[in-house]
């Protein structure tokens, strides 16, 4: 991301997008567990479109 936006990657702003982006994959895998529904990259997937 930070590459992409041109920005430091110490920047604030890149910091918690990743930071969302890896709490969001985390509970996906975390409900695929759970559920067995679909295969985990397909969860992932769906969860961090959702996000963008």
Not at 27 to 47: F, I, K, Y
Request: contains cysteine; glycine residues 12%.
């Amino acid at each position: 991301m930070a590459g992409r936006d041109g920005v430091s990657e110490d920047d604030l702003d890149v910091r918690v997008r990743c930071a969302v982006f890896a709490a969001a994959a985390d509970a996906a895998l975390t409900w695929w567990a759970q559920h067995g529904e679909g295969g985990p990259a397909e969860v992932v997937d769906r969860v961090l479109a959702g996000l963008a």
